[in-house]
């Protein structure tokens, strides 16, 4: 799969009242360092819930309206805000983290 769809696919995976962060999404993506990326893929995709990923530390990174769109979604999810962050104590997604598999050797 492309980065682009294993972005789109972790995003999917974050649940109703869940958040997770732009890294988060990358690292679960499999191109830790991708942030940008995810941005990328969030702006250029439909139908995402898209209001669940937000920068580091759980700080909303979009202005205006569309800020203000982002945290209204989020507590009608029932996500508690500490000042204008998201509490990520009670409210992240940890992504499962994958299990490296080994090849097995050919036994001589």
């Known amino acids: 799969m492309t980065l682009q ?3 789109i696919a972790a995003i999917r ?3 109703r009242g869940k958040v997770a962060t732009y890294g988060s ?3 679960a993506a499999g191109s830790p360092g991708a942030a940008r990326q995810v941005v990328a893929t969030l ?3 439909f139908g ?7 920068g580091a530390g759980g700080a909303i990174k979009l202005r205006g309206e569309s800020g203000m769109e982002q ?3 989020l507590e009608a999810e029932g996500v508690v805000f500490r000042g204008r962050r998201v509490d ?3 409210h ?3 992504f499962p983290k994958k299990t490296a598999t080994r090849k097995k050797r050919p036994s001589r």
């Open 88 to 90: 990520m104590k009670r």
């Open 92 to 94: 992240e997604f940890k």
């Open 71 to 73: 945290r209204f979604r």
């Open 25 to 27: 999404v990358a690292r």
């Open 13 to 15: 995976k974050i649940p």
């Open 43 to 45: 702006r250029s995709s």
């Open 48 to 54: 995402l819930p898209w209001h669940r990923v937000l």
């Open 5 to 7: 769809a294993n972005i």
